[in-house]
């Protein structure tokens, strides 16, 4: 069961313009969003998470937005640059639970 | 990645074989987890051990997996008999506590390729 849906596989942005990946899910349990930074050949880096009490969380040219009533979050960068050129996960967790359920990720390409 | 070894990096495995994946967690980090990711896939759940003893095992497969966080030592996650479809890039992270509300540090994965 996909309780967690990046619905786009890739995105290609222009190097200074804004990134936009999207992530879904379904179950209303969760209350703790991470997403996660991949690069080929490594594993997972964290990258910024929010809190289900929250609706935005910034930190630097990273903001995470979480939209409770539509079960959607999204990740802005900007300006993008060339070196977050990644995959991005979004994952998910609820209280008491142990694991965290991952999207299938999105290929973000930052053109110079 | 925080420090979180695993090897090998690469593993061969012929059908039937046995396939034995290690994973040193961050210094200090006494829970651990264990993630596979299929091709086009995301990481998917296995197993949450701490010292000793296994958390929770619900995204295990029931027959030829198991894993075990001895007292000293690494982690190990051990597949038995392996087949073709257990080709895949797996991960093990580490974490100070209890996830969700504790960052995981991931290890760089091991990709298995079974023949």
């Known amino acids: 069961d996909q309780q967690v849906k990046q619905n786009s596989p890739s995105l290609s942005v222009q190097e200074g313009r804004i990134s936009i990946l999207n992530c879904d899910y379904t179950n209303s349990m969760f209350d703790y969003f991470l997403w996660y930074k991949k690069y080929p050949a490594e594993g997972p880096t964290f990258l910024i998470s929010i809190s289900s009490i929250k609706d935005k969380n910034e930190d630097g040219r990273f903001t995470v937005f979480l939209n409770k009533s539509a079960k959607h979050l999204s990740l802005h960068i900007v300006p993008s640059q060339p070196g977050d050129s990644a995959v991005y996960f979004c994952?998910?967790?609820?209280?008491?639970?142990?694991?965290?359920?991952f999207g299938a990720g999105t290929r973000l390409t930052v053109k110079p | 990645n925080a420090g979180v070894m695993q090897n090998p990096r690469h593993l061969v495995r012929r059908r039937g074989q046995e396939a034995r994946l290690r994973c040193s967690p961050v210094k200090g980090h006494s829970h651990v987890y264990w993630y596979r990711q299929l091709p086009e896939e995301g990481l998917k759940f296995m197993v949450y051990?701490?010292?000793?003893?296994?958390?929770?095992e619900s995204g295990m497969p029931k027959e030829r997996f198991s894993a075990e966080f001895p007292k000293e030592g690494p982690s190990i996650l051990r597949i038995q008999q392996v087949v073709r479809g257990d080709s895949a890039a797996y991960f093990c992270?580490?974490?100070?506590?209890?996830?969700?509300?504790?960052?995981?540090?991931f290890g760089p994965g091991t990709r298995l390729t079974v023949l």
């Open positions: 994952a998910a967790s609820a209280l008491g639970n142990n694991d965290m359920r």
């Open positions: 992270a580490s974490s100070p506590g209890q996830t969700g509300r504790d960052t995981q540090y």
């Open positions: 051990l701490q010292k000793e003893n296994i958390i929770d």
